[in-house]
């Protein structure tokens, strides 16, 4: 991908949040469902608790709240918001639920979708509305990244359900003609590894009549080669990262905050050395609430927004990656 110039219009980050559900899941809990513990779910993914949606807090509940948060923080007149893109897995309803959260805000001169790219949905999600504001047709865009992956976990497979947690985040995010803090991407997709990590239709055949078969709708639980997503993570996120600081003619020293994927703890120290960015840069939450796949960008940047970690021009270099196989960044200037 060529290096994005500015020319005309750009995007501002003007606020965020968040939202998690209320009941929390600790670690010495599951270890009452499945042979575990405390010590190895800690040492091997650095998560001590996760939250669990409850029937009152599914992704469109999650994400309108979150939503309502970052517009909030963006002091914006509902009406003036033009595009709401949701990034999840797990809709209340898979027609889409962004719709449903453009109601719920009153928000009736926005289009609103839903975008499915996994844990990378955030920012696949960020970078296609930054787009649409880059070309002129939006001004100002809801970006909201909420699952409940919860619903699908094998609560009964040790290796993948003590990873996963509930929650949303979201950025709003505005076209502007003086600058532009959106300040390049990278993305990637390989379907070939896509077997590594998956949330499969059940596949059941029925008959509707005689001789007219129907595949019934449903899905299994998630299905994860732990070992290989993690390979493909130390190894892959590095390698995005260090090609958008070359198409950016920014360079690693520069960032002051390393944004990743809420995945595992080892990942994070793993990718922050191979890019030499010290630990204190790196934003972790991974130990209150796991892995909340589209959710965790948002969501651990709101939080640092709130404790005045980010700050007003700060550097934020940050990378999704998950199932699809998909993975991406993007260098942003916050505010
Ligand atoms: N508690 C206790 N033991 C467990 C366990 C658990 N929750 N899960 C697995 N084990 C056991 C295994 O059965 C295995 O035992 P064995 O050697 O007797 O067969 C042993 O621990 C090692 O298993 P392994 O799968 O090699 O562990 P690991 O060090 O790779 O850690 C993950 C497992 C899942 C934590 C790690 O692979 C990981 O984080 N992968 C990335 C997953 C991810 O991030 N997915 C989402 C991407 S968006």
Redesign the pocket.
Known sequence: MEEKKFNQIGVSFKGSGSYVPHQILSNQKISQK????DE??KS??GISERRISSSEDNVTDMGYKAALNAIQKANWDIKTIDLIVLATSTPHDLFGSAPSIQAKLGASNAVAFDLTA??SGFLFALITASQFLKGGNFKRALVIGADQLSSFVDWND???C??FGDGAGALAIEATNKFDNFIGFDMRTDGERGCF?NLPSKNIKDSIIDNIDFVSGGFSPIQ?N??E??KF?VREVPIILKKLFKITNYSSDQVDWLVL?Q??Q??LDSVGEKLKIPKEKILSNLEKYG?T?AATIPLVMDEAIRKNRIKQNDIIATSG???GLSWGSALIKWG
């Open positions: 499945v042979d575990t513990s190895w779910i091997r993914t996994a844990c040790r290796r993948s003590i990873l990590l994860m732990g070992q997503v993690y993570a994927h995945a595992n080892r990942i892995n796949s990656f998950g199932a």
